[in-house]
Each structure stands twice: as C-alpha cells, then as structure tokens.
Antibody, heavy 115, light 107 residues
Framework: QVQLEESGPGLMQPSETLSLTCTVS????????VGWVRQPLGKGLVWMGT???????NYNSAVQSRLSISRDTSKSQVFLKMNSLQPEDTGTYYC?????????WGQGVMVTVSS | DIQMTQSPASLSASLGETVTIECLAS??????LAWYQQKPGKSPQLLIY???SLHTGVPSRFSGSGSGTQYSLKINSLQPEDFASYYC?????????FGAGTKLELK
C-alpha cells in the first residue's frame, strides 16, 4: 500500500529555513520520483520541485534559489529545505509520488510564516 | 515554461447534470496531462492521466479527452461527492504547472 506522510514545523519566522520530511512506504525511491506541491490557503496548487528515481532534481524557477530537495533512500525519506522564508511561503505543503503525474499524495502539512 | 489555462474558474450545476472543464496548454503537451479532484481540507486525488486514462478506482462517470494543446474533463450525472475543485496539470516537462483550478458548486 502506497503511503506518504509529511512532517515538519507548523510555525516559522520570516528569514528562517524550513525543513520538511516526507516518509514513504509501499514503493521504492530508487524507482519512483517524489514531488513537492504547495497550496496557499484558499488558492491553487503550485509545483515546487521533484527528486527523480535516479536522484536528479528539478525546481520551480520561482523558488529555485531558495529550495533544495534531497533524499535518504535507506530511510525512505525525502527532504525539502527552503531558506529565507517569507509570509507568502505560508500554505499547505504536500509530497506526492510522481511519475509525470502525481498518483499518490500525503495528507499535507500546514506551514505558517509569521513573526 | 508551459502555461495551463483552465476554465471556467467556477461552475454551478445540479445533481444529475453533466459538466465539462477545459484546459488549454500554451504549447503541445502530447497528451501528457492529468486531472485532479480536491475536496476541502483534503489532498488532491488523481482522476485522469495521459489525458484520457482513468486512475484506479475512479468512477466511469469521469472522462478525459483532448490532444495537442486542448483538453477537457467531463463529469456525467453529477453525484453529491463530485462537488469539489478540479485541476489540470502539465506532465510533459518541468515546471509541472497546474491550471488555476475550477470550483464545482451545487446549484
């Protein structure tokens, strides 16, 4: 059974670095990509970036300079790190298994950036 | 970057009706398009991939069609659980852009 679960802090201060973890089960990270998608409250879905089965990454150019996605295949975990947080980074962050579409999603983690 | 223009932004319909949502890509995406449904407070769920293939467990009243730059999602005989938001997504190349979404509401 494919499952993904995001974890991380709910409240961040501006300029801090966000660290989120996506723990997966039911599939291998060496055979599947995992992407991160953000959703501001009441708004649409924004693809942030992806780490592919081979370990390569793609990032949304809007956040590329601040974003890093990595993984630990032995622990079945994917990590998102984003620095220089601003209030506009507030939203729900989802990880999802990605072929070129997202077929299984985590439940999401709400992140609020506020002083 | 490929842009995805989704319409309408909102749609009001009655139970049993049939509705269609459109998605226009800024360039040919060769049918590498997905549709998602999202209910309030829940994660998005994959409905359709490769423009017209139904994901596992998705009811047959949902169908996708289109090619090139123009795609559509059709929902036949609306059920209460279908009132939600819907998004298309470019799967051809990064950035894997989503459409802005369509909110389907009960009339």
């Amino acid at each position: 059974q494919v499952q993904l679960e995001e974890s991380g802090p709910g409240l961040m201060q501006p300029s801090e670095t966000l660290s989120l973890t996506c723990t997966v089960s039911g599939f291998s990270l060496t055979s599947n990509g995992v992407g991160w998608v953000r959703q501001p409250l009441g708004k649409g879905l924004v693809w942030m970036g992806t780490i592919w089965a081979g370990g390569s990454t793609n990032y949304n150019s809007a956040v590329q300079s601040r974003l890093s996605i990595s993984r630990d295949t032995s622990k079945s975990q994917v990590f998102l790190k984003m620095n220089s947080l601003q209030p506009e980074d507030t939203g729900t962050y989802y990880c999802a298994r990605q072929r070129y579409y997202f077929d299984y999603w985590g439940q999401g983690v709400m992140v609020t950036v506020s002083s | 970057d490929i842009q995805m223009t989704q319409s309408p932004a909102s749609l009001s319909a009655s139970l049993g009706e049939t509705v269609t949502i459109e998605c226009l890509a800024s360039e040919d995406i060769y049918d590498i398009l997905a549709w998602y449904q999202q209910k309030p407070g829940k994660s998005p769920q994959l409905l359709i991939y490769d423009a017209s293939s139904l994901h596992t467990g998705v009811p047959s009243r949902f169908s996708g069609s289109g090619s090139g730059t123009q795609y559509s999602l059709k929902i036949n005989s609306l059920q209460p659980e279908d009132f939600a938001s819907y998004y298309c997504q470019n799967g051809l190349s990064a950035p894997n852009t989503f459409g802005a979404g369509t909110k389907l509401e009960l009339k």
